[in-house]
């Protein structure tokens, strides 16, 4: 099962539904119906819906992996706060407007953090198993 997994992907769910919900409530705002239509509030909103949809199903993927093949629920579960806390920091930082990324920049080095982390560790944990 699933358990602490299920538990994550709920999350990021709901995180993002509510970052796809700011996208809509700018498009009906600014009367945009595809694309940015030249407005930088919405599209810092488009690109942070579309960073999070570009990133997130990889550290899913990765997360539940890791508990099928057994790692314990404790670094499982670490490593989805990880990722959640990643994606947090960078749908706020998009929003600011440059020159400063310094949130933006934390968020996505938080994530890379924990795509690379989990790849070692289903690579690593994998290994074991097969040599083992």
């Not at 994550?8 to 796809?20: D, E, G, H, K, N």
């Not at 314990?72 to 706060?81: E, I």
């Not at 990324?101 to 289903?122: C, D, E, P, Q, Y």
Request: charged share 15%; aromatic share 8%.
């Amino acid at each position: 099962m699933l358990l602490v997994t299920s538990v994550i992907a709920a999350v990021l769910t709901i995180i993002f539904v509510r970052l796809s919900f700011a996208v809509i409530a700018l498009r009906r705002k600014n009367k945009v119906g595809l694309g940015s239509g030249g407005h930088e509030d919405l599209e810092r909103a488009i690109r942070a819906q579309g960073n999070f949809a570009e990133y997130v199903p990889f550290g899913v993927i990765l997360i539940a992996c890791l508990e099928l093949n057994g790692g314990p629920w404790w670094l499982v579960a670490m490593s989805g706060v990880t990722l959640i806390i990643g994606r947090l920091i960078h749908a706020k930082g998009i929003h600011i407007p440059p020159p400063d990324f310094s949130k933006r920049v934390l968020g996505m080095k938080i994530t890379f953090g924990t795509l690379i982390t989990l790849a070692i560790l289903n690579l690593g944990w994998t290994m074991q198993k097969l040599l083992g």
